[in-house]
């Protein structure tokens, strides 16, 4: 689960056209035959697809100072192929990219976003074997792309904003296998039937490269996390939003677990993986582990309450675990697509006694007035 809170778009640039509404959309359904890495690769045909990047990483050398990032790019289907139209401006898809930077030492968070269609002058998604994967303009006043490209068994990852003033230029190796998520990654968001995607994880990406801020130039290395999901409907009827995590903790394990939740506040659906050291999943029934929120965070810019602060307890594998965000402000507001937020932000690990046990990403999505991402 990772936010996608300008997937409405979709719906404006389809609204009123009537061969959209009468279009159809594949399915996530059991029975994927998964192949790495021709599936890192885009998949026509599912409405939402997304290349999902997230870390912490550190300066090189003394002092150390410490950065969270997000990079993402997202296809979102208006149609399910190109419309029949004799210009290069026809197009079934529109690009989106975000884009964060949490400078730990100086306590902010810096976002950016791009959004255009998918035309051969603004951005796009490569078929396999293009080794770039998907890629679309930088914002106005920025020369050059956002780019995610696979480069050997890993990813390339850059973006810039000029105006917002960073950069990001990282180059990840896995150093543990694909992880689906659920059994036979088919990750289930609802009771109700129809309500899932297709979903996998690099759970450690060895990382390193530069990201620059407010024209200074850090080298960097560290560890990052890559999702990857595609589908075509996953909220189900009453969720208005989900808690994500993503948590690489110090003695090797991983695990991934989100929380949907309807309008009161209750979760409605839930669903976990731990990862061994060797990078074999267990899937954890709901009863199996929890995620409760200690404290609170109201931003002052929007006014959302969000959970700020958790344990996290699987207790038959001897996990409890204190988790708490490195910055208090790491809201992502975006401008496009209807304006909705929604809060990516690194965050520490610790035992109970605070011990440093890992570190590690959460989303929050669905906080706030008229936010529900429209999924």
């Known amino acids: 689960m990772r936010s996608r809170a300008l997937f409405a778009v979709a719906a404006l640039l389809a609204g009123g056209a009537g061969w959209a509404a009468s279009a159809r959309w594949r399915l996530a359904e059991p029975g994927y035959r998964w192949s790495f890495p021709r599936d890192h690769s885009t998949h026509p045909g599912y409405r939402n697809e997304w290349w999902y990047f997230t870390g912490q990483v550190v300066t090189r050398g003394e002092p150390r100072r410490r950065f969270g990032y997000q990079l993402t790019l997202f296809r979102v289907g208006v149609l399910p192929e190109a419309p029949p139209l004799d210009s290069a401006w026809a197009a079934a898809n529109v690009v989106m990219g975000h884009a964060a930077l949490t400078d730990v030492a100086g306590r902010g968070h810096r976002f950016s976003e791009v959004l255009a269609r998918e035309t051969p002058f603004l951005g796009g998604f490569g078929p396999w074997p293009a080794p770039l994967l998907a890629w679309v303009r930088a914002p106005a006043g920025t020369d050059g792309r956002w780019t995610v490209r696979r480069d050997g068994d890993g990813f390339a990852l850059a973006m810039e904003d000029r105006a917002r003033g960073f950069s990001l230029r990282l180059s990840t190796r896995p150093a543990k296998p694909v992880v689906l998520e659920g059994p036979g990654g088919l990750s289930v968001k609802s009771a109700a039937p129809g309500h899932a995607s297709l979903y996998y994880s690099l759970t450690r990406l060895a990382t390193e490269g530069t990201l620059e801020l407010d024209g200074r130039t850090f080298e960097v290395a560290g560890e990052s996390w890559m999702d990857k999901e595609f589908g075509s409907s996953q909220l189900g009827p009453g969720q208005v939003g989900w808690d994500w995590f993503s ?22 659906f839930a669903s976990a993986t731990l990862v061994d050291r060797a990078g074999r999943p267990r899937y954890l029934a709901p009863a199996e582990w929890s995620a409760r929120a200690t404290g609170r965070w109201r931003s002052p810019a929007t006014g959302a309450d969000y959970p700020a602060g958790w344990r996290v307890e699987v207790p038959r594998e001897g996990v409890r675990l204190e988790v708490s965000p490195l910055v208090a402000d790491q809201e992502n507001r975006a401008s496009s697509g209807g304006g909705l937020v929604y809060w990516e932000g690194a965050v520490a690990v610790r035992t109970g006694d605070g011990a440093p046990a890992g570190q590690g990403y959460v989303e929050l999505t669905g906080y706030g007035r008229e936010n529900r991402p429209p999924l």
């Open 247 to 268: 948590l690489q903790l110090a003695d090797g394990r991983d695990l991934m677990l989100y929380q949907l939740r309807r309008a009161d506040g209750a979760v409605d």
